[in-house]
């Protein structure tokens, strides 16, 4: 069946000691969502033929477009500080946190689950375009990269008959209104 939209991501913050997922978060209506694994495509020659090869997922790029431009954006998943007065001060020492992040989509008549289990984004760009005759909406796209963790799981995928079923799923995993697993 066709994918048919994205909604509801999610994001929680990652414990690498315990594989868990705590504070989540749903910060913004989703645009896009659109992983991108690389892979290692490594053959072995042997006889002046190709006799094996390695298509390992090696990491990947996650790339997520949201609607709102929110401060809870560039605290909660790139690391920035928000002072008392309400601004963001952007470091060069600021680190992004390792997160766990979710969406759900529609496949035929069932509700996809899908959630990478270690991704770190980075700073998206700053794109702002003046008003004109027609409006223009910009969004805020982050590009994360996927990492993969100690036990080699690194995206998750699960069907649901109902978006509701599919949503409590991605809020337990990164700990939304539950302890997250």
Known sequence: MA????????????????????GGKYLSPVVNFNGAPAKANVKDYGDNRPLETDNSVTGGTLSIELNNDEDEI???????EKSENGAIAYNVNDT?????????????????????????????????TTRQENTTFNHVTLEG?????????????????TLEAAKEWLNKKVGIGAQAE
């Open 145 to 161: 990269t996927i990492l993969i963790p100690e036990d080699g799981v690194w995206k998750i995928r699960q069907e649901f008959d």
């Open 3 to 22: 994918k048919k939209g994205i909604e509801y991501a999610v994001f929680g913050l990652l414990d690498e000691k315990t594989g868990t997922y705590s």
């Open 96 to 128: 992004p946190p390792y997160v766990g992040c979710g969406a759900v989509g529609k496949s035929g008549g069932k509700y996809v689950g899908k959630f990478y289990t270690k991704v770190q984004f980075g700073e998206p760009n700053d794109d702002n």
């Open 74 to 80: 560039y605290v909660f998943l790139l690391g920035h």
